[in-house]
Nanobody, 115 residues
Framework: QVQLVESGGGLVQPGGSLRLSCAASGTLLSSYSMGWYRQAPGKQREWVARISSDYTEYRDSVKGRFTISRDNAKNTVSLQMNSLKPEDTAVYYC??????????WGQGTQVTVSS
């Protein structure tokens, strides 16, 4: 059974940085286009970034600040987040890009941007 485990979240001041990691067991993430998603309190889950074998894509609000990458040797997908803003506060999740044949959702990792 596929299991996704997100980590790396925390409390950071505005302008700070965090690096999130998504580790998988039971499957090889290199076989899929993968994405990062987030859900803020009281809001629907939204797509943040996605990566395939030949491109990366970001929602407008994070362009130039976030970078998605993958390490096939470690079977992980990462999200480097710089210049964080309070509106980036959310629980962050990884899953397949476009949520086509999604894996079971992991527990996510909380990112809180506050002074």
């Amino acid at each position: 059974q596929v299991q996704l485990v997100e980590s790396g979240g925390g409390l950071v001041q505005p302008g700070g940085s965090l690096r999130l990691s998504c580790a998988a067991s039971g499957t090889l993430l290199s076989s899929y286009s993968m994405g990062w998603y987030r859900q803020a309190p009281g809001k629907q889950r939204e797509w943040v970034a996605r990566i395939s074998s030949d491109y990366t894509e970001y929602r407008d609000s994070v362009k130039g600040r976030f970078t998605i990458s993958r390490d096939n040797a470690k079977n992980t997908v990462s999200l480097q987040m710089n210049s964080l803003k309070p509106e980036d506060t959310a629980v962050y999740y990884c899953n397949t890009a476009f949520l086509s044949s999604p894996f079971p959702w992991g527990q996510g990792t909380q990112v809180t941007v506050s002074s």
